[in-house]
Each structure stands twice: as C-alpha cells, then as structure tokens.
C-alpha cells in the first residue's frame, strides 16, 4: 500500500470515529431529551389554561377582604417578626417593622435591606463578605425572598399596590378571586386565581406567572397554622404531585 493511500485509510478511520461518536452523542441527546418534551407536552396539553376574565369592583374587593377576615388579617398585621424554614434550602428572619430580613443558604447569609438592598450586609461562612460578587449574593437574596415569602404570606398581599382583584365564577358557580400583581416582586404581571374553603379560606390558587411556561397551574395551601401572634401560616404547597413544606415557624 502507498504511502498515499495510507494517509487516505487513516482519514477514512478517523471520519468513521467521528461520525461514531456524533451518533452516540445526538442518540445521548433524543434519549435525554424526548422524554422531557414528551412530558412538557402531555402537561401543556392537560393543564395549560387561558387567564381567566372577571370583573373587578366593589363584589371583588368585598372578596378579598373575607379572604382576609378569614385569616385574622389583623394578628398578621400585628405580626412584627416571622422566621421559617423554606422546604429546607432556605432560612429566613423576617422583622417586618425594620424592613429587613436575614436569608440564609448553604454558608451564605444576607442581612437584606429590603428599602435600600445596595446597604445589605453579607457573610460568607460567617464572614463579612465585600467582595466583587457582591451584587450578585443581593441579587439571589432578594428572590430569595420574593419567592419563598409569597408562598408563605401570599393571602396577605391580595391589597399591595399595584394590585388588581377581579371576580371569576367557577365552574361550579363558586366564587373565586383573580389578583393580578402589575408591578413590584421579582416578575411583574403575575396573575393567581385563588379558591376557598367552606370557611372562606384560601386552599389552593392556580398561576400564571413568567417563570412558568404553563399557565394555569395548581397548587395547594394546606395544613394551615396559627402561630403564637393568632396569625396563620401555611405549612405546605402541593403541586404536580410534588409537596413543598415550610417548617419551624416562629412569630413574635
């Protein structure tokens, strides 16, 4: 054999390689992937919904409020400090009246200004942190916070300004409440529909919000607690199957 041909069986050899290998990768990938599009696609398809139209007016607001007379809107008011556990990755102590909070995860904790965040306090494994990361440990603090303090005290924001309340009849001619957040919060434009039980209290809302790619979805707030301030809390979310829980309330 020339040399020649040779160097042309060896590019032939390496070619077949590459194209092994690209096979096994691209076959990697539909493996990895079709299930997760197959999945998307059966959840899209089953639970994806439009947002819903109501009317907004005294009827809506008057629902609001008994969602809140049903809480004991009051004691939460009074409430001046809440800590709790989110679904064990995140630790918060909220002090409402200072607006601050600390949040904590893995060696990480942020003394959070929430008027001011750029005056926030960081520590790294309990050491003052200035570094050029700085920002971006205020930044994970503050959706942090945003995030898991709604699934906590969601019920009591239905009035926060830039909010909008419309009244939405079921299917079932209940009557439930749509609060749609027009600003503010991590994703402006957030809509939740929320459902009551017999008592007026609020037990499950389905979502339509930016991080989600299916609208309509729903979670449950269940095993309420009254905390040593007579406010309630949840003490659970479940959505897809899936269970989320808030442990180690406290309230002063």
Same mark, same amino acid.
């Given at each position: ?45 089953? =639970? ?80 003052? =942190? ?61 809509? =939740?529909?929320? =459902? ?57």
């Amino acid at each position: 054999m020339s040399k020649k041909k040779r160097i042309k069986f060896r590019h032939l050899s390496a070619t077949g390689k590459l194209k092994r290998i690209l096979k096994f990768v691209f076959g990697a990938l539909i493996f990895l992937t079709l299930p997760t599009l197959l999945l998307f696609g059966f959840l899209y398809i089953k =639970y994806n919904e439009p947002l819903p139209q109501g009317a907004s007016g005294p009827e809506a607001e008057a629902l609001a409020t008994q969602m809140l007379d049903a809480l004991n809107h009051d004691n939460y008011e009074a409430t001046d400090f809440i800590s709790w556990n989110y679904d064990n990755r995140h630790k918060f102590n909220w002090y409402k009246s200072q607006n601050r909070c600390e949040v904590v995860w893995a060696h990480f904790k942020v003394d959070l200004d929430l008027a001011t965040p750029s005056q926030s306090k960081i520590f790294v494994a309990d050491q003052v =942190y200035k570094g050029e990361e700085r920002q971006k440990y205020i930044n994970k603090a503050i959706k942090y916070f945003n995030n898991d303090s709604f699934w906590l005290v969601a019920p009591y924001k239905v009035f926060d300004a830039g909010t909008t309340r419309h009244l939405v009849k079921t299917d079932d001619d209940k009557n439930a409440l749509l609060v749609i957040y027009n600003e503010g919060g991590t994703t402006p434009g957030d809509a =939740y529909l929320w =459902y009551f039980d017999a008592d007026g209290r609020p037990k499950s809302f389905q979502m339509w919000v930016d991080i989600l790619p299916i609208g309509g979805l729903e979670a449950t707030w269940n095993d309420w607690m009254t905390t040593s301030t007579g406010a309630q809390l949840p003490t659970a979310h479940r959505l897809l199957g899936m269970e989320f829980r808030v442990y180690n309330i406290a309230t002063q």
